[in-house]
């Protein structure tokens, strides 16, 4: 499973990430999370491997800095390499 958290983007990454910022630029914050919420599932649908994203949303949960009664007002900052 280790392999899936591996950095598979490469210097493609950085293009991903201006892409996301990009789409993100000028939306509100109700906007910019449904935006991230289509995107999640787009992604989970692709994906298609219901074991390996509940291993993605454990390995991101715990990856979260703040505790979870602080991140509904937390502002999200994105890294091109979240998984690692």
Same mark, same amino acid.
């Given at each position: /499973?280790?392999?899936?958290?591996? %950095?598979?983007? #490469? $210097? #493609? #990454? %950085?293009?991903?990430?201006? =892409?996301? *910022?990009? @789409?993100?630029r000028g939306l509100s914050r109700e906007e910019s999370?449904?935006?991230?919420?289509?995107?999640?599932? /787009?992604? =989970?649908?692709?994906? #298609? %491997?219901?074991? !390996?994203?509940?291993?993605? !949303? @454990?390995?991101?949960?715990? @990856?979260?800095?703040? $505790? $979870? &009664?602080? &991140?509904? %007002?937390?502002?999200?900052? *994105?890294? $091109?390499? !979240?998984? =690692?």
């Amino acid at each position: /499973m280790e392999e899936w958290f591996a %950095d598979r983007l #490469g $210097p #493609g #990454g %950085d293009d991903f990430y201006e =892409a996301l *910022v990009q @789409a993100h630029r000028g939306l509100s914050r109700e906007e910019s999370a449904a935006l991230n919420a289509r995107l999640v599932l /787009m992604l =989970a649908n692709y994906v #298609g %491997d219901v074991g !390996v994203l509940t291993t993605f !949303v @454990a390995r991101a949960r715990s @990856a979260q800095q703040l $505790p $979870p &009664s602080a &991140s509904e %007002d937390a502002t999200l900052e *994105v890294k $091109p390499s !979240v998984c =690692a």
